[in-house]
């Protein structure tokens, strides 16, 4: 509960809290935090059996590292975007959007400027976010790097959505000859279109 803290560099858990604004602060855990965060380490656990590599509280230089190391690498994480309640027009430039734009690793929030420079000059997979509303982040990043891959989503959606997109990538990947973009469009149109 510490996230709730004035002075914490965090704003997910504050997010939630303003959507709701009945249940006192310290009930949020009991009542809210804790079932959403057991259904997050159970998908995480899940993912983790099939062999991927999971990085819980990841701070901003892990996810760094963690570019080094995999050619494919998916991001679930909080993003704070500037005011953006729909689709970007295809004339708008995301890049003017791109500093206002937060992403909280465990040590904190970073603007997304400082987040296109975690990603590594050798990096040439593909990186996957899995964050609410990725459109600035994903479309400034394609048009500052373009030797990999980025995949993003239009809507909002909260991380324990995104962890069992992922979960069930990686179960398609596990079982049917795909490539991750492949497995990763088909979950997303199998969980989103049924949503």
Known sequence: MADLSVTANKDFAKDFESKLPGIPSEKLWDDHFREEAERMLKSA??????????????????????????????????????GLTGKLAPEYDPRELLQQTKVEFADGLVEGTVFERLIPDSFRGILDLRTCNSVILGESIKSIRRSFLVVENIERKFPVVQLIAFQHTIATLSVYDLDYAQASTQARRELFTSV
């Open 45 to 82: 656990a899940s993912v983790a059996r099939l062999g991927t590599t999971v990085r819980q509280s990841c701070t901003a230089a892990a996810f760094s590292a963690a570019l080094e190391h995999h050619s494919v690498a998916a991001l679930v994480a909080h993003v704070i975007n500037p």
